[in-house]
């Protein structure tokens, strides 16, 4: 679930459903109020400590892919404004090269977004970056003047970048969490519930009932924040989107550097 508002009531119904188990469970096992719960809670300490670490080590390892994967929308799109503008100074191979890198930009937005949410880059955009490639050699002509040799390896320089950045958000889209992380977290979570619930044996059925909820209900919102993060491409507030690169190439069609622009080509077989 993607939406704020389908979370938080995902979270109330669980807490419903939790504490509604808990009081069941209560009037059910009466004795439970006459156990010893010194044993239990230490089990829970050991269980809740270790549980607490896992969790923090996957939100800051998965916060950290989250944050390069936004950095790398960036820096595609950073580059992707500069070699245009830079690309301007070459009049014989301008049309080739803005065209080029307006189809790239296109191809991101329209193809690799929803490849990522399935893991994987999109073939289109490897051919948009091929394209884009190949221009620099539209109307091959030696760069006099220094100005003009510093700009001709700058722009190559920044065509390299977009290739870095890219890579860098498909590494982040294939980065997915373990089978066994997942079984912990959710295992270990369920396991810190059930202890709690018999540590607080010895209180009033409500309050034991209120507080396995309240505590079920914050487990859940944890677990939604690392399953949120270990999805950055996929549709909802707050994830990583293409609005920086489909707002460059807006920018790039509207700027007055831009040569006469061509069609794309097609980048499906």
């Avoid at 929803?114 to 394209?131: L, Q, S, T």
């Avoid at 089978?179 to 209180?203: E, R």
């Amino acid at each position: 679930m993607n939406h704020p508002l389908l979370n938080i009531a995902a979270l109330i119904v669980a807490g419903a459903i939790v504490f509604a188990i808990s009081a069941l469970v209560r009037r059910r096992a009466t004795k439970l109020a006459d156990l010893d719960t010194a044993p239990w809670s230490a089990t829970l300490s050991y269980v809740a400590t270790a549980y607490g670490v896992l969790i923090g080590f996957s939100i800051l390892l998965l916060f950290g892919q989250f944050a390069d994967a936004r950095h790398a929308v960036g820096d595609e799109a950073t580059s992707v404004g500069t070699a245009f503008e830079q690309a301007a100074m070459f009049p014989d191979s301008a049309p080739a090269v803005q065209t080029a890198l307006v189809c790239y930009a296109d191809a991101v937005a329209r193809y690799d977004w929803p490849a990522m949410r399935a893991d994987g880059g999109a073939p289109e955009v490897d051919r948009a970056f091929a394209n884009l490639v190949q221009s620099l050699g539209v109307g091959d002509a030696p760069s006099t003047g220094v100005l003009h040799s510093a700009t001709a390896t700058n722009l190559a320089s920044q065509i390299g970048a977009i290739s870095t950045a890219r890579e860098t958000r498909l590494v982040a889209a294939e980065a997915d969490m373990p089978l066994m992380m997942w079984v912990l977290l959710v295992g270990g979570g369920l396991f810190v519930i059930v202890l709690l619930f018999v540590v607080t044996a010895t209180a009033r059925p409500r309050t034991q009932a209120a507080l396995v909820a309240c505590a079920a209900m914050f487990t859940i919102m944890m677990l939604l924040l690392v399953a949120a993060l270990n999805s950055p491409f996929v549709d909802g507030p707050g994830r990583v989107t293409p609005r920086l690169i489909t707002e460059a190439a807006a920018t790039m069609r509207s700027s007055p550097n831009a040569a006469p622009l061509g069609r794309c080509p097609a980048l499906r077989p």
